[in-house]
């Protein structure tokens, strides 16, 4: 079993700049596939980036960029820096982490930019 917490959420106006983190209970840096995804209001769930064991990230084209994902293996956290915010960035941002057969979601912190 695997924790995740995100925090850093908040509101801030279009192009300000927001830094998320999720805090894991256990490390999850060797996991198949740790990222940060989003759901707006009346959408799905979609993914925004993601990185590897090696460091190397990818990014949704929407914030392709824009957001930085990054590690801190020691502390057991991710982060997502997310700079030039745009009202359409406006979601509930969610950690998720696949290891082996087992994937796990974080509550969820809230971002909303206002224009």
């Known amino acids: 079993q695997v924790q995740l917490v995100e925090s850093g959420g908040g509101l801030v106006q279009t192009g300000g700049s927001l830094r998320l983190s999720c805090a894991a209970s256990?490390?999850?840096?060797?996991?198949?596939?740790v990222g940060w995804y989003r759901q707006a209001p009346e959408r799905q769930r979609e993914w925004v980036a993601s990185i590897v064991s090696d460091g190397s990230a990818n990014y949704a084209d929407s914030v392709e960029g824009r957001f930085t994902i990054s590690r801190d293996n020691a502390k057991n956290t991710l982060y997502l820096q997310m700079d030039s915010l745009k009202p359409e960035d406006t979601a509930v941002y969610y950690c998720?982490?696949?290891?082996?057969?087992?994937?796990?979601w974080g509550q969820g912190t809230q971002v909303t930019v206002s224009s």
């Open positions: 256990k490390s999850i840096f060797g996991g198949d596939h």
């Open positions: 998720r982490v696949i290891m082996g057969q087992f994937v796990y």
